[in-house]
């Protein structure tokens, strides 16, 4: 069985940084797109960046040039660096990968969470 576990997720004032840190453990034979999204209370999970396993990032457009997605294949973990946080990042933060247990046959894993404040 494949788990994530994120942390990294406290309460920072505006303009504050974070980074975020999604662990893969288990039967692992490789992992493909790797993935961040977050879900603000009443409103519905979105997607905020993905890494390919070639380096290939993709991002949602609020957090363009402030957030960075990163991975190290070695560690089976995908990180988020958060900078110049503002109120409206305030959310749960959820890992998201593509983890295949044999070749060429994978499932997609969720981690349960890690929860960012942002506030004064």
């Known amino acids: 069985q494949v788990q994530l576990v994120e942390s990294g997720g406290d309460l920072v004032q505006p303009g504050g940084s974070l980074r975020l840190s999604c662990a893969a453990s288990?039967?692992?034979?490789?992992?493909?797109?790797m993935g961040w999204y977050r879900q603000a209370p009443g409103k519905q999970r979105d997607l905020v960046a993905t890494?390919?396993?070639?380096?290939?990032?993709n991002y949602a457009d609020p957090v363009k040039g402030r957030l960075t997605i990163s991975r190290d294949n070695a560690k089976n973990t995908v990180y988020l660096q958060m900078n110049s946080l503002k109120p409206e990042d305030k959310a749960v933060y959820y890992c998201?990968?593509?983890?295949?247990?044999?070749?060429?046959?994978?499932?997609?894993?969720w981690g349960r969470g890690t929860q960012v404040t942002v506030s004064v």
């Open positions: 998201n990968e593509e983890v295949a247990v044999i070749a060429g046959y994978y499932n997609v894993y």
């Open positions: 890494i390919t396993s070639g380096g290939g990032t």
């Open positions: 288990g039967s692992i034979y490789s992992i493909y797109d």
